[in-house]
Structure formats: C-alpha cells, structure tokens
C-alpha cells in the first residue's frame, strides 16, 4: 500500500526533479550570459556568475519538485489519501 509521507517518496520527488532542474539550466545558460541579465530591462543584476547559475538551478530545482511531489499525490488513490495514519 503506498503512503504520501514515506522515505520512498524523497528520492521518487528529488531525483527527476534535479536531472530535469540541470538540463533545463544547461540549455538556458547556453543561450543567455548571466553577465547581460538585467532588472526587468532596466539595472544590471549585479550577481556573478557562479551566483546566478546556484541560485537559478535551486528554483528550477524547487518547481520541478513541487510538480513531481503534485504528480505523485494525484496518483495515490482514496483509500490512501482518506487512511487513518493511526492504524
């Protein structure tokens, strides 16, 4: 029987999300230099690279969490979702 809070669930939720948050970072980076980004057209960021590149792979990796954490609850079904934990 599956369960939503289980140490199984941590690498099913983190591992795609990491492989996918890399790739994704890898093939935008190779479009854009961090050194152009700008405030919504206006300042320079002001981040150095190795920044931009830390700071963009942990949100991508945030989102790409939540959506498979969001895929793995969708695919529990109610017997699992409406379980007493107690027993």
Known sequence: ???LATAQSAP????PSFLTAGGLESMLFAVIEPADLRWFGG???GWQAPA???????LFWAFFAASSALTLLLSLG???INRDPRF
């Open 52 to 58: 931009v590149y830390t700071a963009t792979f942990f």
């Open 43 to 45: 300042e320079p960021f």
């Open 1 to 3: 029987m599956k369960r």
């Open 78 to 80: 109610p017997t699992e």
């Open 12 to 15: 099913r939720i983190l591992w």
